[in-house]
Nanobody
Framework: QVQLVESGGGSVQAGGSLTLSCASS????????MAWFRQVPGKEREGVAG???????WYADVERGRFAVSRVNANNTVFLRITNLKPDDTAMYYC??????????????????WGQGTQVTVSS
């Protein structure tokens, strides 16, 4: 069993920055891919960014210059740094992970472990 717990969300003004963190626990020896998704009410959950154990990362249709994903393999913690926040970034941000080596992408169905989410609210 794997547990993922996100933290770092909050309410910020446009132009600000946040770093989201996702800590894992339980059977975490083979979390090949860890990623971030986000969701707003009434819309599908969408991929933001992810990274594998080799630190190869992917970014979905987001402004790559404002998003940066990183991880610490020693404790399978993943981070998402968001700068120059915009109101459109308002969403619940979810951490996700899976163990399928060779498949680290925004394909949501691959991810079998999910956190409860952390809310990010950006005001103009």
């Amino acid at each position: 069993q794997v547990q993922l717990v996100e933290s770092g969300g909050g309410s910020v003004q446009a132009g600000g920055s946040l770093t989201l963190s996702c800590a894992s626990s339980g059977y975490t020896t083979n979390l090949y891919c860890m990623a971030w998704f986000r969701q707003v009410p009434g819309k599908e959950r969408e991929g933001v960014a992810g990274i594998n154990t080799y630190r190869n990362s992917w970014y979905a249709d987001v402004e790559r210059g404002r998003f940066a994903v990183s991880r610490v393999n020693a404790n399978n913690t993943v981070f998402l740094r968001i700068t120059n926040l915009k109101p459109d970034d308002t969403a619940m941000y979810y951490c996700a992970a899976h163990s399928y080596s060779g498949a680290c992408s925004e394909y949501r169905a691959n991810y079998i472990h999910w956190g409860q989410g952390t809310q990010v609210t950006v005001s103009s």
